[in-house]
């Protein structure tokens, strides 16, 4: 029985638990065994599978390293057990909230209560501080989700920091072209005024200009990271998502572009029509 759940495993038989997430934008390789040997006195005991279970039936849980476990049989367990050293035998108590959202304190005071239980009453081959404080602990799910909130917080400061700074760069570059064609720009505009070009045909042909130089390749980013996004992740079933945050992200760049471009335009126009 686990959290609910009931397998009737048959003698000499075990059941393969794979607590994974098949849809989790990673690809799984599960390779079950067809048989397994385990310890029987000084012996071992070949037992042959009786089938396997994809699904995540209880949280991580920091104690088991592996997502791959086994479900056996009680008595075939309780011969196993007597088989081992006592220090590798745990027992695990789940406890189910029904929000798991505020079970951060609990889980705090648990932690504390168990590392003292820990140095009193850890075993005698215990030897490390390590081992001791692990010899007894607890996992929560809301422990878990806290760690991964810092996590995802330093990645979104680190991706928006980097943005910033690169945005900001393409933004002085793009200046400093345009301030270091100025001249040629305000020649080129003074020989076409002298044979009539009006004001308006100039701000046209000039926001045109801008126009391609400052949109022209957001657009262009734009697309090709939608198609990376959607291409790459596309063996999990997450392309399609991971293409719309592509997008939802670049057009709020293009939108950003898009007023620093208004602006400019307007600043650059009218320094270029005084200057004729």
């Excluded at 385990?38 to 920091?62: A, D, E, M």
């Excluded at 692990?134 to 400061?157: E, H």
């Excluded at 020649?187 to 002298?194: E, F, G, P």
């Excluded at 957001?218 to 997008?247: D, H, N, Q, T, W």
Aim: hydrophobic content about 40%; glycine content about 4%.
């Amino acid at each position: 029985m686990t959290l609910g759940c009931k397998y009737h495993v048959k003698k000499d038989h075990f059941i393969s638990l794979n607590q994974v997430v098949q849809d989790d934008g990673y690809e799984h390789n599960i390779q079950d065994p067809s048989n397994l040997n385990i310890p029987i006195g000084k012996g071992y005991r070949r037992i042959t599978s009786q089938g396997k279970v994809i699904k995540v039936l209880f949280n991580r849980l920091n104690e088991l390293e592996y997502s791959s476990m086994f479900i056996l049989n009680k008595d075939d367990y309780q011969n196993v057990k007597l088989s081992t050293v006592y220090s590798n035998v745990g027992k695990i108590r789940l406890l189910n909230f029904p929000n798991w959202r505020k079970t951060n304190k609990i889980y705090q005071n648990l932690n504390v209560e168990l590392k003292q239980y820990n140095k009193v009453h850890s075993f005698r081959d215990l030897k490390s501080s390590t081992e001791i404080d692990y010899s007894s602990m607890c996992s929560s799910k809301i422990s878990d989700y806290n760690m991964q909130i810092k996590s995802a917080s330093f990645l979104l400061f680190l991706c928006c920091f980097v943005g910033i700074l690169f945005f900001v760069s393409q933004l002085i570059m793009l200046h400093f072209k345009l301030l270091t064609e100025f001249d040629a720009e305000k020649i080129k505009y003074k020989k076409i005024n002298k044979i009539g070009i009006q004001e308006r045909e100039v701000s046209k042909n000039i926001s045109y200009e801008l126009l391609i130089i400052f949109i022209l390749p957001v657009m262009f980013s734009i697309l090709l990271s939608a198609f990376f996004c959607y291409c790459l992740p596309i063996e999990s079933g997450k392309g399609i998502l991971s293409a719309e945050y592509s997008i939802i992200i670049g057009l709020a760049y293009f939108s950003i572009q898009i007023i620093y471009y208004l602006v400019y335009k307007g600043f650059y126009i009218r320094k270029l029509i005084n200057a004729l």
